[in-house]
């Protein structure tokens, strides 16, 4: 069965740093592509970014680029999101989920996600 | 504002026949395969659709794809209340590099 933990989401000030993990289980970690995806509250899905599965490709929405990195570390079966220079428009929840067929816009599975709240 | 456009609602009776549209362009829909999601209220969201127009095991065939040019269609028939919910569109975006969803939609059954 496939799991997802997303955790690392909590309150931090504009202009603050914030990373994001995602412990992931029941399937092939090191050989699937992952995305993060966030929902601000009471608004849509917003694709936020990607890594391949050796982490050697890695794409970011032009919202985060720049600002946000993700990671990997497939001994740990592990997904990571390092978010800097955080704005109030950041505010959402945090999803981690695995590209089904490599595919960066297919996502079967879904964690219960994690908030992060950029307030002062 | 996403780049994929969705209608903000859509509304029908029970029983009957919706259909969400998803246009988009040359750079995402017309050159990549598109995937659709439930989002019930307080819920994950739930693949309904990938590559177009496939089912993933568990969604019943009440639940249809399509893609015409730079447009993609959602379709779901015999409509329950059930069905209430928001539905999104997602594909990849060879310009940008990234992936993207569009706006959702909320679908009412009367």
């Known amino acids: 069965e496939v799991h997802l933990l997303e955790s690392g989401g909590g309150l931090v000030q504009p202009g603050g740093s914030l990373t994001l993990s995602c412990a992931a289980s029941?399937?092939?970690?090191?050989?699937?592509?992952m995305s993060w995806v966030r929902q601000a509250p009471g608004k849509g899905l917003e694709w936020v970014s990607g890594i391949n599965g050796n982490a050697g490709t890695t794409y970011y929405a032009g919202s985060v680029k720049g600002r946000f990195t993700i990671s990997r570390d497939n001994s740990k079966n592990k997904l990571y999101l390092q978010m800097n220079s955080l704005r109030g428009d950041d505010t959402a929840v945090y999803y981690c989920?695995?590209?089904?067929?490599?595919?960066?816009?297919?996502?079967?599975?879904w964690g219960q996600g994690t908030l992060v709240t950029v307030s002062s | 504002q996403s780049v994929l456009t969705q209608p903000p609602s859509v509304s029908a009776a029970p029983g009957q026949r919706v259909a969400i549209s998803c246009s988009g362009g040359s750079s995402n829909i017309e050159n990549s395969y598109v995937s659709w999601y439930r989002q019930l209220p307080g819920t994950t969201p739930k693949l309904l659709i990938y590559e177009t127009n496939k089912r993933p095991a568990g969604i019943p065939d009440r639940f249809s794809g399509s893609k015409s040019g730079t447009s993609a269609t959602l379709g779901i028939t015999g409509l329950q209340t059930g069905d209430e919910a928001d539905y999104y569109c997602a594909t990849w975006d060879s310009s940008l590099n990234a992936g993207v969803f569009g706006g959702g939609t909320k679908l009412t059954v009367l």
């Open positions: 989920a695995p590209c089904s067929g490599g595919s960066f816009h297919r996502f079967d599975y």
């Open positions: 029941g399937f092939t970690f090191s050989t699937s592509a």
